[in-house]
């Protein structure tokens, strides 16, 4: 147990270059997917396709798939923002201002034109700068029993992604999940490029590789447990615990 717990705290995204030269082993990845195929999902329905790419021509096609960044994104994430390590520590939820593009902290300052080039650019870099990308599909005409909106089916896909995350954690290979692949107009045309059928959604997608930079430097912060924990009754904070870890 302790072993498994210490691989969800070191789990982390790597937002950074992965090293090109370094392909991912089949071996490793037969054990990611096996990861995913032993994902819970509700009534076993396993509602779920992963469409593995890594042909060059093809990331460098998906990269310049061009990806739009509303305002309303741009100020609901400014509010979320911290601007200092101190800052963040204190709040202990959000991210810091740093880890994002510089058009993405300033909604004072955005510009639909200059702001567009950089999502361009950063999807861009997000897929050309990968040797592995893995789109998880789902087909919308299914749904499970039960299950209005198929918020259901959607939790499934969460378990999906974190079994997959935690398998790639282990082997100490970098992970990042790539959510601009489920918006409308990117989804369209990534499911044309890469001749997915029409019923199918993307729920996600998650650039896999080998770190080309080693050092992880990001402060990673959690709310402690007396911060979140409620016995019996909401708002009952009775229960005793151990200093949680930061």
Request: glycine share 4%; charged share 25%.
């Amino acid at each position: 147990m302790t072993e498994v717990l210490e691989i969800i705290r070191q789990r982390h995204s790597t937002r950074g270059a992965f090293d090109l030269s370094r392909p991912i082993e089949k071996t490793q990845l037969h054990q990611i997917l096996e990861a995913a195929r032993w994902a819970p999902t509700d009534h076993n329905m396993q509602n779920f396709e992963i469409l593995i790419v890594d042909d060059k021509e093809k990331l460098v096609a998906v990269g310049q798939i061009p990806a739009e960044l509303s305002e309303d994104f741009l100020r609901e994430n400014y509010a979320q923002l911290s601007f200092s390590k101190e800052e963040l520590l204190i709040k202990k939820r959000g991210m810091l201002a740093s880890e994002f593009p510089p058009a993405w902290i300033d909604p004072e300052a955005w510009n639909p034109t200059s702001d567009y080039t950089s999502q361009l650019s950063f999807l861009a870099r997000s897929v050309g700068e990968t040797p592995l990308l893995l789109i998880v599909l789902y087909d919308a005409t299914k749904r499970a029993p039960a299950s209005e909106g198929d918020v259901l089916g959607h939790m499934s896909l969460g378990c999906v992604l974190e079994n997959m995350w935690l398998a790639s954690e282990s082997l100490g290979i970098g992970f990042h999940v790539l959510t601009v692949f489920s918006n409308g107009r990117v989804q369209e045309q990534v499911k044309r490029l890469l001749h997915v059928p029409p019923q199918m959604k993307i729920a996600f997608a998650c650039a896999l590789g080998y770190p080309a930079n080693s050092s992880d430097e990001s402060l990673r912060v959690r709310r402690n447990l007396e911060d979140f924990i409620h016995h019996n009754q909401f708002g009952r904070r009775d229960l005793l615990w151990e200093p949680s870890r930061p």
